[in-house]
């Protein structure tokens, strides 16, 4: 990992039953961090056999880890102007069959916050796509940043992990913070008549992974 990064630790970590609307059902051990760089409450979801997976890392394989952005209204409310409910579903399910970390990053609307999400979703509504919306509201296109993520596998002793996410952003930024990245693996593409402009905007702007399997 990165010499520089600053060290995060473990505040508190617990075990909590996981349940979806469609009533799959798991278990996760829920890490909350003290020193995290941007002070946020990020949560770290250890699913499956995550500690044998930091075992294994360099031998068997790494964890398989999935840095999740929030987003209220699409894993809490299943709205389907995105596919981010679906996509956190799916996380869910096979990094517990796989073992490893959700990692569940409060970087609302691609880092912009929740209110000025709904006002790019305005903005949408108006003609402009995503990203465009974004940079009218005065942002970036897209503002995550990754550092807490890498602070929180470093701290849970993940040196070595499979990202599952369709976004190369997020592996170059874990990469350029110490990170080895072993693979990205794809997840399914949760298409809707809602969410069709969203998520041609996402493969046309963002460079997303091509040829992905689209889920209806």
Not at 53 to 79: A, I, N, Y
Not at 118 to 135: C, I, K, P, R, W
């Amino acid at each position: 990992m990165d010499e520089g990064l600053p060290v995060a630790t473990v505040r508190t970590q617990v075990t909590v039953p996981l349940r979806f609307p469609d009533g799959y059902a798991t278990t996760a051990r829920v890490f909350s961090f003290d020193g995290l760089v941007d002070g946020r409450e990020h949560l770290a979801f250890g699913l499956g056999d995550w500690v044998g997976s930091l075992h294994r890392q360099h031998t068997d394989g790494p964890p398989l880890v999935r840095p999740h952005s929030e987003c209220l209204t699409g894993d809490v409310f299943g709205s389907q102007r995105c596919d981010c409910g679906p996509q956190l579903r799916e996380g869910v399910e096979r990094i517990a069959a796989a073992g490893g970390f959700l990692l569940y990053l409060r970087q609302e609307g691609r880092g912009i916050g929740l209110y000025a999400k709904l006002d790019a979703y305005a903005l949408q509504d108006a003609g402009l796509d995503t990203y465009e919306a974004n940079v009218a509201l005065g942002h970036g296109e897209d503002e995550r940043d990754y550092t807490a993520a890498a602070q929180m596998l470093a701290t849970l002793g993940a040196e070595r992990v499979a990202l599952l996410t369709n976004n190369p952003d997020k592996a170059e930024q874990l990469v350029q913070l110490g990170l080895t990245v072993t693979e990205c693996v794809p997840t399914g593409v949760y298409l809707s008549p809602a969410n069709a402009g969203y998520l041609a905007a996402k493969a046309s702007r963002a460079a997303r992974t091509p040829d992905l399997p689209f889920v209806r």
